[in-house]
């Protein structure tokens, strides 16, 4: 049975979506596009978890197609950082409209289904450097306690 008419469907439907939520309100006077996330983020803390959940289906429906979890975990990463920044009043908004982490996860899904390897491979090394990007993070806060720890102590000894 050839699937191809219903991914043709479910990409069609999920870039419709991605379009509603990130690109569907033009701003007058300018190129640039909001879409109803940027509105639903106004509304603090409540209005970012619905749109993480609204950008959460695009992410099932990828899991859906069998998407692998390289491809997933880059799409996750898009909703998470969105979610994230969107939280703080304002700015985070303003970086909801840019970022349009809906777009960006239908292209991933789309490059996914279109070359599949060269895609995963993308997402592999993205995934390979968030990791390793947390780690040395981690790592550096450690120390930076550790010395100031020491700092502290040597205050307190003195």
Known sequence: MDHRP??????ERLAWLAWLLDSSIPIPGTRFTIGLDALIGL?????DAVGVVLSSYIVREAAALGAPRS?????????????????????GDVFDAAWKANQR????????????RAAQRSSRA???????GTAAFLV??????????????????T
């Open 126 to 132: 993205f995934v390979a450097a968030l990791v390793a």
């Open 71 to 91: 491809i997933l975990a880059r799409m996750a990463f898009n909703v998470a950082l969105e979610g994230l920044v969107g939280m703080i009043p304002l700015a």
């Open 140 to 157: 550096a806060a450690c120390v930076a306690g550790f010395f100031i720890a020491r700092w502290l102590w040597s205050l307190l000894g």
């Open 105 to 116: 996860n239908v292209r991933l899904l789309g490059a996914w289904l279109d070359a599949p």
């Open 43 to 47: 509304f603090p803390v409540v209005g």
């Open 6 to 11: 219903i991914t043709w469907q479910v990409r």
